[in-house]
């Protein structure tokens, strides 16, 4: 499918194979795009090659999964197939990720995301995400029938890298640079509220959004607090 550009005006320097939109402008194509105030796509040899976007908001649906992420500044690479390579959020940064498992919802001053596609796919998916500047990163499992419901997860540092499971739908690796702080979160009665510090922290995470493995490394206060 192609691209699909729109905006209130459109300027196009065809020496310099960029295309200026302005004072709104969309950029679409499949189960991506890219939605901001004014805008500036460079294109190489015809095809997109970067879109730098102001008060940008981008998308990346697949199968299964949805991810949206913007801030105040939006730089956005694509790879010859045309999907997201990468992406830049600057200001304001936020990042969401949804899926069957649950949904994760990432804030910071900067967030830095890399993707992959597949051979033969129409779209690429999120491989890592790095935020940087009073990063959080609020975890919600989804409800699983059956099962009593799991605690939310609120992590917070100056930096946190996310690591996401092949195909991009669940994480499979949280973990921070600097000193953090994990709050567990009761969502059912009788569950503990539960908050952890440390100077570095690594989560890691079995399918369905389930916390495997928690390790903390230095200075580190656990406190419990009961129903």
């Keep these: 499918e192609g691209l699909r550009i729109r905006a209130g005006e459109l300027r196009y320097w065809e020496a310099?194979?960029?295309?200026?939109?302005?004072?709104?402008?969309?950029?679409?194509?499949?189960?991506?795009?890219?939605?901001?105030?004014?805008?500036?796509?460079?294109?190489?040899?015809?095809?997109?090659?970067?879109?730098?976007?102001?008060?940008?908001?981008?998308?990346?649906?697949?199968?299964?999964?949805?991810?949206?992420?913007?801030?105040?500044?939006?730089?956005?690479?694509?790879?010859?197939?045309?999907?997201?390579?990468?992406?830049?959020?600057?200001?304001?940064?936020?990042?969401?990720?949804?899926?069957?498992?649950?949904?994760?919802?990432?804030?910071?001053?900067?967030?830095?995301?890399?993707?992959?596609?597949?051979?033969?796919?129409?779209?690429?998916?999120?491989?890592?995400a790095g935020v940087s500047e009073q990063a959080r990163v609020e975890s919600v499992p989804a409800a699983q029938q059956g099962r009593p419901p799991q605690e939310t997860r609120v992590l917070t540092a100056e930096f946190v890298k996310l690591t996401m499971m092949p195909g991009g739908e669940e994480v499979q690796n949280i973990e921070t640079a600097s000193a953090g702080r994990l709050e567990l979160l009761p969502q059912q009665p009788g569950q503990w509220k539960r908050a952890l510090t440390a100077e570095r922290i690594v989560a890691q995470y079995a399918p369905g959004s389930r916390l495997e493995m928690l390790r903390a490394f230095g200075k580190i206060h656990l406190r419990s607090d009961p129903p």
């Design 16 to 128: 310099d194979q960029r295309v200026e939109l302005k004072p709104w402008s969309s950029v679409e194509r499949e189960g991506q795009g890219i939605r901001a105030a004014s805008s500036t796509v460079y294109l190489e040899q015809g095809k997109l090659k970067r879109i730098e976007a102001q008060q940008g908001q981008g998308w990346n649906r697949g199968a299964g999964r949805e991810v949206r992420f913007g801030g105040e500044q939006l730089e956005v690479d694509f790879t010859e197939q045309k999907t997201v390579a990468r992406a830049a959020a600057i200001g304001q940064a936020e990042l969401t990720s949804q899926s069957a498992s649950g949904v994760t919802r990432v804030t910071g001053k900067r967030i830095d995301l890399e993707f992959v596609t597949p051979p033969g796919a129409a779209e690429s998916q999120l491989s890592t």
